[in-house]
Nanobody, 123 residues
Framework: QVQLVESGGGLVQAGDSLRLSCAAS????????MGWFRQAPGKEREFVAT????????YYADSVKGRFTISRDNAKKTVYLQMNSLRPEDTAVYYC????????????????WGQGTQVTVSS
């Protein structure tokens, strides 16, 4: 069992940066692929980024590639999402999730989810 709690969301202006954190409970954090997803009002939940168990491999959605960076600290049981050059279209609720599947990018592949944190980017 893994419980996830996101933090770090907020209201920022276009071009600003934010860092989201996701703290996990449980002793098996390092055995999970971790991912970030987002969901804007009226839209489906979409993949943002994923990171391998060791942190050595990452993968990003094209829409955030070059602007967002996912990382993890297994000792602290925390995964991060550094978001730079934010745009109004990045406005959404951001969720972190844990998957037993390597390289999972679809929501169905994730077993545990946080409650989400709101990110709002004004123009």
């Amino acid at each position: 069992q893994v419980q996830l709690v996101e933090s770090g969301g907020g209201l920022v202006q276009a071009g600003d940066s934010l860092r989201l954190s996701c703290a996990a409970s449980g002793r098996t954090f390092s055995s999970y692929t971790m991912g970030w997803f987002r969901q804007a009002p009226g839209k489906e939940r979409e993949f943002v980024a994923t990171i391998s168990r060791s942190g050595g491999s990452t993968y990003y959605a094209d829409s955030v590639k070059g602007r967002f960076t996912i990382s993890r600290d297994n000792a602290k049981k925390t995964v991060y999402l550094q978001m730079n050059s934010l745009r109004p279209e990045d406005t959404a609720v951001y969720y972190c999730a844990a998957s037993p599947i390597s390289g999972a990018i679809h929501p169905g592949g994730y077993e545990y989810w946080g409650q989400g944190t709101q990110v709002t980017v004004s123009s």
